[in-house]
T-cell receptor
Framework: NAGVMQNPRHLVRRRGQEARLRCSPMKGHSHVYWYRQLPEEGLKFMVYLQKENIIDESGMPKERFSAEFPKEGPSILRIQQVVRGDSAAYFC??????????????FGPGTRLTVT | TQLLEQSPQFLSIQEGENLTVYCNSSSVFSSLQWYRQEPGEGPVLLVTVVTGGEVKKLKRLTFQFGDARKDSSLHITAAQPGDTGLYLCAGEGTDKLIFGTGTRLQVFP
């Protein structure tokens, strides 16, 4: 059973370009979470999605960031007009359970975004 | 706002020593997880604790959830170089995990 897949593993973008990060959850998981991590820090929640629905986007910046989890295909985190401060590791996690239950999230290997 | 503070932030020890990492909050969590993260990789789940006062053992690692479910500790006995990594606690929030600030452990042979 394959784990959570993320691609690309490394992404370099110049200021002003767009970044697209992809996440395929574990088989049978329908809940996807995106987190951002700066060096030597813990992970910060960005957004929680189920298939075709955004459940909680309270951690996502209002400007330039968007996320989707379509009926078919991977979840996408999109960052428009990237700035140097967007440089970070972005992790996706999936779980079979959701709100109100004791759940465990399984993380992908992350995408390291570098903005030059 | 729910926050989780971990201490110490950094820990460098010799192989064979024992250590304890703490995870503290003023908020109550319905469950708490511990993860280990190695450089360039995602966090890997070690354990979930759910009941106040619960103790779980994973080989040389012992995890405890505080009685009030506001804090947790991770104790490693006879640390080995393979234990090196970033240890993260995470509390179950609404629709998300609230991660601690992390403890970077380095075990020297």
């Amino acid at each position: 059973n394959a784990g959570v897949m993320q691609n690309p593993r490394h992404l370099v973008r110049r200021r002003g370009q767009e970044a697209r990060l992809r996440c395929s959850p574990m088989k049978g998981h329908s809940h996807v979470y995106w987190y951002r991590q700066l060096p030597e820090e813990g992970l910060k929640f960005m957004v929680y999605l189920q298939k075709e629905n955004i459940i909680d986007e309270s951690g996502m910046p209002k400007e330039r960031f968007s996320a989707e989890f379509p009926k078919e295909g991977p979840s996408i985190l999109r960052i428009q007009q990237v700035v140097r401060g967007d440089s970070a590791a972005y992790f996706c996690a999936s779980s079979p359970l959701g709100t109100g239950l004791s759940y465990e999230q399984y993380f992908g290997p992350g995408t390291r975004l570098t903005v030059t | 706002t729910q926050l989780l503070e971990q201490s110490p932030q950094f820990l460098s020890i010799q192989e064979g020593e024992n250590l304890t990492v703490y995870c503290n909050s003023s908020s109550v969590f319905s469950s708490l997880q511990w993860y280990r993260q190695e450089p360039g990789e995602g966090p890997v789940l070690l354990v979930t604790v759910v009941t106040g006062g619960e103790v779980k053992k994973l080989k040389r690692l012992t995890f405890q959830f505080g009685d009030a479910r506001k804090d947790s500790s991770l104790h490693i006995t006879a640390a080995q170089p393979g234990d090196t990594g970033l240890y993260l606690c995470a509390g179950e929030g609404t629709d998300k995990l609230i991660f601690g600030t992390g403890t970077r452990l380095q075990v020297f042979p």
